[in-house]
């Protein structure tokens, strides 16, 4: 006889189904629990984008596609201000050749027919736009760094490359000048026994202004004034009294990180689009906030515009050690930069060239090929150049070190964030950035291990399989040995206090996010009438075997065979986790857009 109901169905089932049908039961309470804890965590956040793929791949153009097709008000962020100007210009082009109608605006410190400061400027723009139906506001990363959240309410927010003034460090010796900072900033302890204070300006005295600090004869305590007295980030320092400054020996470390929690409290989207985003200091910055790690979505973009030419690549590399700016000070070091500047001038070097400030002067005058900035993230006037050569170095150094504890970051990781994506920018503003690029592509570094890690990057982000590395034994310095240093650099020591207080301040952050999440379910309960009363629950309340039973019978009939069919095998569907629906707001934002098809 067949079964009667769907429980006589699964009477007659093994034993063993059964506890796989409950065991499922289980794992669907457990994903929607850790769903529910997920979401209100993050309550009132909107998500971050994270836009990566190599350079060349056509993050610029999704930015630029995405703002001139979704109306709406957008800030668009670049890195430095002759890219303002550019970009302006191409966004200008597409608007009248589409004949839509955004109005853009460009904001930066070189505009000598602007009156105003730039922050001001700034402020005023994001004003007057409020209540724009479809508007681009293009301002450098700086500018970004500085703006007040509150005023980006509505705005979608664009940052074409990651910012380098979001995660700063340093250390100064105060000196008599101990006296100048006890008077204008006040220390507060993070905990009793921590060694790190936060930086307050006093409220009691005639701070000064920005101007005044650039122009300060104390050079290298600017950063630390211009980080101090923002009112967007703040910053600490390692000494609880700043009389315990003084003197010529005492060295004072400082830091500040920026992150992007703020744009992510107040504007409808945010969007960072670079190649080493997720290794940028900002990024782990983001992961270490104080009210815990902040979420980004990962969209790889580089599928979408898949190169349809493979180059071949050839890395010259100079010598087997490391390179640094310390090292090329010294007399072998600064006769290793000679060797590598006659070199290039005997074969005739026509490429882009640059590096740190300490080697550009053995390098000038020597060969045609022009010189650039060491920062070049999102230059187009090189495509050209089927030649580069990058002697240079950044990794990580003593003023690193607040930030190496702070973050629980190793030096590698410094090394990644600066030195290696410095390189796969600048190689990559030359022919090689064209995706239907097939020729030769040469690549002048100065160490054996730049050129490996160079080449690791090339052939994983399938640029090509055909790279090649060459050590130039004409310049005479490949097996050139430099020192041990008399002092090795002791290994960054985590105060196990900050790192006790970071973790409790996380879960102090969770609790109240889990609290204002039960508020807000109990508020819609008694709006909705479906509230329970103080107490435990009536005794009418639904058994866990009459909730087994539903659960049952709703699983029978995904299960029972189909007409016709004599099997009664049970099927074990896997657990697929839907991906969620865009916000209406963000819906057209997420794939890139055609070009805006003409009113």
Known sequence: MPPSSCVDKYRLLEPQTIIKEITFALLLYRHAVNAIFLTSNYIGLTLINALIGPPGCGKTEYLHNTMLSSPGRW???????????????????????????????????????????VGRRI?????????????????THEGLLGVDPTLLKGWGIAVDEVPEGGVLS?????????????????????????????????????????????????????PFHKAALSKTRAVYVDVADWKAAKGTKMQVKWYSCWTPQGLAEHASSVTFAGAGVLNSLMYHAAQQAPSGPIPFEVIDISPQKPR??????????????????????????SRCLVAISRHLEAIGFDGYWSGNDVIRPYLRHRFPGPECQPKVAGTNSLRHHARCAYIYSSKAQLCDDAVLETLGLAREDIRRAREDEDIVQFVFRGALRNGDFSGNYEIHLYSEDQADRLKDYLVSNRI?????????AEAGIVEVKRPEPNTRSKPVEVDPVTARQREERRKVKAQERMQKYRDQRKAEEIANGTARGPGRPPKCAPSVGAI????????????????????????????????????????????????????
């Open 308 to 333: 349809t030419s493979a180059p071949t690549v050839m890395i010259y590399y100079y010598t087997r050690h490391l390179g640094s700016t310390t090292w090329w000070e010294t007399d072998e070091g």
């Open 548 to 599: 087994a039973t539903d659960y049952l019978e709703i699983r029978c009939q995904e299960t029972l065979p189909s007409e016709g069919s004599d099997s009664n095998d049970f099927r074990f569907h896997e657990l697929k986790v839907q991906r969620p629906l865009d916000h209406p707001q963000d819906q057209g934002r997420r794939a890139p857009p055609s070009e805006p098809s003409p009113n």
């Open 170 to 222: 340093d250390v100064f010796k105060a000196g008599n000048g101990w006296r100048t900072l006890a008077d204008l900033y006040r220390l507060i302890p993070l905990s009793e026994n921590s060694r790190w204070h936060l930086v307050m300006p006093r409220d009691d005295v005639e701070l000064p202004t920005i101007g005044e600090v650039i122009h300060d004869t104390a050079k290298a305590l600017v």
């Open 75 to 117: 800030l668009l962020a670049l890195p430095r201000t002759a890219l303002i100007d550019e970009q302006a210009a191409a966004l200008t082009t597409k608007v009248l050749k589409n004949r839509i109608s955004p109005s853009i605006t460009a904001i930066h410190s070189d505009q000598p027919d602007k009156r105003g400061k």
């Open 464 to 472: 090509t399989d055909d790279v090649r590395l060459v050590g130039v």
């Open 123 to 139: 402020e005023d723009a994001l004003r007057d736009h409020s209540s724009s139906e479809h508007s681009v506001v293009i301002i």
